[in-house]
């Protein structure tokens, strides 16, 4: 069976990629369709790439474009009908917000069966794109009139080819209740919900998270944690002023474009980590009290039970995804609503609770659920399953 990865774009290193990677290791002759790479940006994760098989697409050699690929996005039909996937049996699309449905595929007489020279095009989605449909995105340029107008006119170009592309997809699988939701609501489309994968033994110094529950380290949890891209849908901002306020100490892992922002109104007893490696990552999970995650509107989130394998807890903004990881009063603490105050209250419930509670049990267990192993079962016999060919 000839398969064909796409993918939105690669940047940054994130949930998305993750996924592309395990979808790499189920099949590792299938190229790679991208827009275009960063390189530079990716720093240390560039290597997790170097040595695929990736076909860019001609945005790959206009760095302005890449640079400023968000207002730009109207470009988006022309950069995917520059490729021709017509060759391969499928077509396994990871797509976000850059909408990578538009690839040239043909179109099969019958819709489910596989014809000869008309691949089978199956879409794992992430979400549909956040700015086209009122979701928070990486910034708050919306409060700028000049951007809100010039939105309104390239949005309803886009919705109408976010549409009509989602139409020509076979199947989708979404990574999240959540997500299917948005697709059916946006769409009218069903979808089969397959969780993205958490690695239960991330390649570390640490070797096995059980082993770091009996070890010395398990007595060390004193700081708070953040993980992933600084943007403004994180509002890690709300992390950082709640902890300034209860004067407590917050470790920040990740980059973005609000990171120059965010230090300013960090206190001391915040410290900015920038990208780390997986060795880093896993030892910053088993050692923290407990995550917080306050994304917006989080399709699934893949941090949250992330730092569950290391049965550390979350403390997280109860929207999307984040309902569907993290129980309430088991794993965590959930608050309503995206304030500092709100935020401040879930951090103080959370210290009293833990005075006679051990989370670790529960958090593991809640994490296997999100298995890299099942994640990687199911979809290949999703595929598999569904590649009848004519």
């Known amino acids: 069976m000839k398969v064909a990865l796409v993918h939105d774009y690669i940047s940054e290193y994130g949930g998305a990629e993750r996924v592309v990677e395990t979808l790499h290791e189920i099949w590792p002759d299938a190229p790679l369709y991208t827009a275009f790479v960063d390189w530079k940006r990716l720093g240390t994760h560039a290597d997790r790439f170097r040595n695929w098989n990736i076909k860019t697409s ?58 000869k020279g008309y691949p089978m095009q199956i879409c794992y989605i992430h979400h549909p794109p956040r700015n086209l449909y009122g979701y928070a995105t990486g910034s708050n340029l919306q409060k700028y009139w000049p951007v809100r107008l010039y939105s309104i006119f390239v949005n309803f170009f886009l919705r109408n080819y976010d549409f009509k592309t989602a139409q020509k997809v076979d199947y989708f699988i979404a990574n999240s209740k959540e997500t299917a939701r ?112 306050c994304a917006l509107d989080e399709d699934f989130g893949m941090v949250p039970p992330e730092a569950m394998v290391y049965g550390t807890p979350v403390i997280g903004l109860s929207q999307g995804g984040v309902k569907e990881t993290v129980i309430d009063q088991k794993t965590g603490v959930l608050f309503h609503e995206p304030t500092v105050d709100a935020l401040t209250k879930a951090i103080l419930t959370f210290e009293h609770i833990s005075k006679g509670k051990d989370w670790t049990t529960e958090c593991m267990k809640q994490a296997e659920k999100f298995s890299k192993g099942t994640f990687k079962k199911k979809i290949k016999a999703f595929v598999e399953e569904k590649t009848i060919k004519v």
């Not at 699309?93 to 909408?99: E, H, L, Q």
């Not at 973005?256 to 230090?263: F, I």
């Open 182 to 293: 948005r697709v059916e609501k946006f769409y009218r489309r069903e979808s089969t919900v397959i969780y993205p994968p958490i690695s239960q033994n991330p390649k570390s110094e640490i070797r096995n998270p059980k082993q770091i529950q009996n070890s010395k380290i398990k007595k060390s949890k004193t700081y708070y944690l953040s993980v992933g891209r600084l943007s403004w849908a994180k509002r890690v901002d709300l992390i950082i002023q709640a902890c300034n306020e209860l004067k407590l100490p917050l470790k920040i892992v990740g980059v973005g474009k609000e990171e120059e922002a965010l230090k300013k109104i960090a206190s001391p007893t915040v410290e900015f980590l920038g990208s780390v490696s997986d060795a880093e990552l896993a030892e910053l999970y088993a050692n923290a009290k407990a995550l917080i995650f």
């Open 58 to 115: 001609w945005v790959q050699h206009f760095w302005i474009i890449k640079k400023f690929i968000s207002p730009l996005r109207f470009l988006v039909p022309l950069i995917w009908q520059s490729f021709d996937l017509s060759g391969y049996d499928v077509v396994l699309t990871s797509s976000g917000w850059f909408i990578p449905r538009g690839v040239k595929a043909g179109t099969r007489p019958f819709k489910g069966v596989t014809f």
